[in-house]
């Protein structure tokens, strides 16, 4: 590959800010951002971009690997570099430009002395674990969208506090780009897409799929109260009920829709459970699931939610299977879905 100039995909690839210039100025342009080693979840927000600005707009992806979102023992040298794969896959989803800067480019003279700083929401959770890495991921995705200018940037739900970060800082900091979430991509076995995935043995994926599980566990035990909750009330009361409930034959099926209706709610509390219940199973494997956490948060702040939660929430888990640690979320809804100016729907500023 030239340093640049168009690759025989068709893509342009270039390593230079200088060179970053719009394909036709007055086009939209949609951002990727990604670390490289792309695989189908990459390919997807690729796609999504490359829909929402047409045939005539630019859909760039950057690949840098970003240092200052690694601390100390996390796997920095042996994240996987990949530029010519990235490229052609790139290209195939229907990317124009690949933007892989060097770090000197990035971050001419050394790491930066101003940087962007996540606030309260990034310490928690996966700030907690890793701290430091939001305020590098922000800083990174500040100087990206500075230097690539976009209409739109696209962003995976499986990173779901890095999204509710970047939406909060574009909206605080004024950035006046429209910040895109794609839903997570998961391979046939449900594991999320990461470019980590290819660090697990057999043995170990298999203990890594606890993961995905234990969330669909608290997604259905969720699921299943509501249908509960949903018959309950549909089920007539005192004399009328017990004669609809003989002539329906299912006694006892909505007698337990009236208990459960009537009983202290499970919400929340029966979400955690149900999934700890998985992972705690995990736990005992060989090799074991070493939980980091387990969360059902408010996405607008990425605080515990209570059990009497209604609205929007996102359950998130985060393990470590041998030396690989791995991420995952769901989102779900508890009672009426909030609307857009409440303050649990997604991206609220709380």
Known sequence: ????????????????????????PDAPRAVVMTMGALHEGHATLVRAARERVGAGG???????????????GEDLDRYPRTLDADVELAAAAGADTVFAPGADEVYPGGEPQVRVTAGPMGGRLEGATRPGHFDGMLTVVAKLL???????????????????LVRRMARDLDFGVEIVAVPTVREPDGLALSSRNRYLSAVERRTALALSRALFAGRDRHAAQQALHAR??????????????????????????????????????AVRAAARAVLDAAARLTPPLDIDYLALVDPSDFTEVPDDHTGEAVLAVAARVGTTRLIDNLPLTFG?????????HPGAVS
């Open 1 to 24: 590959m030239t340093q640049h100039g168009t690759d025989p995909a068709g893509v342009r690839l270039l390593h230079t800010a200088d060179a970053l210039r719009p394909a036709a």
């Open 58 to 72: 630019e859909v760039v992806v950057t690949v840098f690997v970003n240092p200052l979102q690694f601390g100390a």
């Open 336 to 344: 009426t879905p909030a609307a857009p100016g409440d303050p649990h």
């Open 146 to 164: 500075h230097l690539t200018r976009p209409d739109l940037a696209f962003f995976g739900q499986k990173d779901a506090q890095q999204l509710a």
């Open 232 to 269: 309950a009330a549909l089920a007539p009361g005192n004399d009328t009920r017990a004669r609809a409930l003989d002539a329906l034959g299912e006694s006892r099926a909505a007698a337990d829709a009236h208990a459960v209706a009537h009983a202290a709610p499970g919400g929340p509390a």
